[in-house]
T-cell receptor
Framework: DGGITQSPKYLFRKEGQNVTLSCEQNLNHDAMYWYRQDPGQGLRLIYYSQIVNDFQKGDIAEGYSVSREKKESFPLTVTSAQKNPTAFYLC???????????FGSGTRLTVV | GIQVEQSPPDLILQEGANSTLRCNFSDSVNNLQWFHQNPWGQLINLFYIPSGTKQNGRLSATTVATERYSLLYISSSQTTDSGVYFCAVQEAGTYKYIFGTGTRLKVLA
């Protein structure tokens, strides 16, 4: 079945460590997105990519980095520069900017 | 940037009741989506509806882009409808979707 796979589901990070969240899709979608969700809040855009080897900053990109070397993959690195990384991270994809999103099941990151 | 407001913020219904959720946005948008987030965090796309009316089973949605609002109707609600409903609007000329803060729905058996 086509879909988006995020891994891991739960991730614990020590202060000062970088961690990478995986997002893979087999929907042949061109565009991919990373969102952050804090408890009781809506989603905020971190980064998005419209095409391979290209990506754009969203509203809260500071402390995060991404790459888009393959159409299927859009990993997110949460760096030590991100001051408050504990959150629920959601990856999405779409065929283009005039189509709806498909979301992955998310990764819950906790700083310990 | 665009502001997206959803109302009501919280809603409790008895099973079988009908409800209307509202999404207001502050500027012209290219596109609009409605999502349901289940208690485990999974977001499901309900409607892609930049304008007009669509129906899918017990759910329907209407967007009046010229008046900057969208409505989501839930009829004969079921306990499985519980969760958070988000409206997201796409800023004109960009790929960016801006999410509202959601309506938290609880349906009681």
């Amino acid at each position: 079945d086509g879909g988006i796979t995020q891994s891991p589901k739960y991730l614990f990070r020590k202060e000062g460590q970088n961690v990478t969240l995986s997002c893979e899709q087999n929907l042949n979608h061109d565009a991919m997105y990373w969102y952050r969700q804090d408890p009781g809040q809506g989603l905020r855009l971190i980064y998005y990519s419209q095409i391979v080897n290209d990506f754009q900053k969203g509203d809260i990109a500071e402390g995060y980095s991404v790459s888009r070397e393959k159409k299927e993959s859009f990993p997110l690195t949460v760096t030590s520069a991100q001051k408050n990384p504990t959150a629920f991270y959601l990856c999405a994809s779409s065929e283009g900017n005039t189509y709806g999103y498909t979301f992955g099941s998310g990764t819950r990151l906790t700083v310990v | 940037g665009i502001q997206v407001e959803q109302s009501p913020p919280d809603l409790i219904l008895q099973e079988g009741a009908n409800s209307t959720l509202r999404c207001n946005f502050s500027d012209s948008v290219n596109n609009l989506q409605w999502f349901h987030q289940n208690p485990w965090g999974q977001l499901i796309n309900l409607f892609y509806i930049p304008s007009g009316t669509k129906q899918n089973g017990r759910l329907s949605a209407t967007t009046v882009a010229t008046e900057r609002y969208s409505l989501l109707y839930i009829s004969s609600s079921q306990t499985t409808d519980s969760g958070v409903y988000f409206c997201a609007v796409q800023e004109a000329g960009t790929y960016k979707y801006i999410f509202g803060t959601g309506t938290r729905l609880k349906v009681l058996a």
